[in-house]
C-alpha cells in the first residue's frame, strides 16, 4: 500500500498523539498545541519501494527501509514474544507506570518516564 506522503497531514497527527501519550504542556516537557513541529519526510527511494512491492505475493512484502532492531546474547526469553525477558520486563514496567500516571495514583510520573532492568549473574 502506497501513501502519498503530501496528502497526509503529519503536523495533526504529531499532535494528537503527543497529547494522547500525555504531553500536554511544558511543566510535562512538550505543550503538545503550542510546540514546533518541523517535517522532514520524503518519498521512499524507487530501489527500496521496487524490491519491496513490485510484483510480490502479500505473505513476501518487506517492511523497505524502515526497522528496529536491538539484541545481545542471552539465554533467557519470552516464549511468547520470544524477545529477550529483561527487554519484556522493562516494558511492563513502562506499561504499569503508564496506566499509574494516567489515573493519577503516581502524578509526578511524566509521559517520557523510563524502566530499567538489571540481570546479573
Not at 64 to 75: E, I, K, N, P, S
Not at 77 to 101: F, G
Request: proline fraction near 2%.
Amino acid at each position: 500500500m502506497s501513501v502519498d506522503v503530501e496528502s497526509v497531514n503529519l503536523e495533526q497527527i504529531v499532535r494528537k498523539v503527543l497529547r494522547e501519550i500525555g504531553f500536554t504542556s511544558e511543566e510535562v516537557g512538550i505543550d503538545c498545541d503550542n510546540c514546533q513541529v518541523i517535517i522532514n519526510v520524503h518519498k521512499q527511494s524507487t530501489e527500496i519501494a521496487d524490491a519491496v512491492h513490485t510484483e510480490k505475493e502479500d505473505l513476501d512484502m518487506g517492511a523497505g527501509d524502515q526497522g528496529l532492531m536491538f539484541g545481545y546474547a542471552t539465554d533467557e526469553w519470552d516464549t511468547k514474544t520470544l524477545h529477550p525477558y529483561s527487554h519484556v520486563l522493562a516494558n511492563q514496567l513502562c506499561e504499569e507506570m503508564a496506566i499509574q500516571r494516567k489515573n493519577g495514583d503516581i502524578p509526578w510520573l511524566r509521559p517520557d518516564c523510563k524502566s530499567q532492568v538489571i540481570v546479573e549473574y
